[in-house]
T-cell receptor
Framework: DADVTQTPRNRITKTGKRIMLECSQTKGHDRMYWYRQDPGLGLRLIYYSFDVKDINKGEISDGYSVSRQAQAKFSLSLESAIPNQTALYFC?????????????FGPGTRLTVL | KQEVTQIPAALSVPEGENLVLNCSFTDSAIYNLQWFRQDPGKGLTSLLLIQSSQREQTSGRLNASLDKSSGRSTLYIAASQPGDSATYLCAVRDDSWGKLQFGAGTQVVVTP
């Protein structure tokens, strides 16, 4: 089984709809991250969490919210989706035993907002 | 603000040729630099991690160098194979929280 899983893998929705993307990990890592990837722009950080009580905004948090339900689960919500949120979304984790030097990524969720 | 640039954006080589991928960053105060491989429909796979105190890292046919003072890293892939076709991303960690700044990637095609 994959260490970092994301659901759904693909989603098509309409403008104005509320969408939740979920991330689960079995690695036991305390830090989790949400990124989005747009063609030609690389990955940009949306939110990150160092534990269930710690949530931080990243570079592009406007229009997004997150919830850290447990150490293993980190969800990303789009309260009212808009077409420019069409992108590939990645969840990642990192580990204190490695000095948080490496991040481990899920397979991504491709979101299309019509 | 850290800016990470990868040139070229795309590269096509015949099988057997060596690949040279470049990554540059604007702020040399980094903790480390990481090279990833991205295949369509899949997540990112970490290839090599170079700590700021290191000059290079090697794994099999892959070798990555780091020149922190000039803000550059190069990923060398020896004797390329069609299976090396993918997008290669570099990312730098430049803060204590572990956040990464990514380049836009180089899309590589190795033709048989």
């Amino acid at each position: 089984d994959a260490d970092v899983t994301q659901t759904p893998r693909n989603r098509i929705t309409k403008t104005g709809k509320r969408i939740m993307l979920e991330c689960s990990q079995t690695k036991g890592h305390d830090r989790m991250y949400w990124y989005r990837q747009d063609p030609g722009l690389g990955l940009r950080l949306i939110y990150y969490s160092f534990d269930v009580k710690d949530i931080n905004k990243g570079e592009i948090s406007d229009g997004y919210s997150v919830s850290r339900q447990a150490q293993a689960k980190f969800s990303l919500s789009l309260e009212s989706a808009i077409p420019n949120q069409t992108a590939l979304y990645f969840c990642a984790t990192s580990d204190p035993s490695l000095g948080y030097n490496e991040q481990f990524f899920g397979p991504g969720t491709r979101l299309t907002v019509l | 603000k850290q800016e990470v640039t990868q040139i070229p954006a795309a590269l096509s080589v015949p099988e057997g040729e060596n690949l040279v991928l470049n990554c540059s960053f604007t702020d040399s105060a980094i903790y480390n630099l990481q090279w990833f491989r991205q295949d369509p429909g899949k997540g990112l796979t970490s290839l090599l991690l170079i700590q700021s105190s290191q000059r290079e890292q090697t794994s099999g046919r892959l070798n990555a160098s780091l020149d922190k003072s000039s803000g550059r890293s190069t990923l060398y892939i020896a004797a390329s194979q069609p299976g090396d076709s993918a997008t290669y991303l570099c990312a730098v960690r430049d803060d204590s929280w572990g956040k990464l700044q990514f380049g836009a990637g180089t899309q590589v095609v190795v033709t048989p």
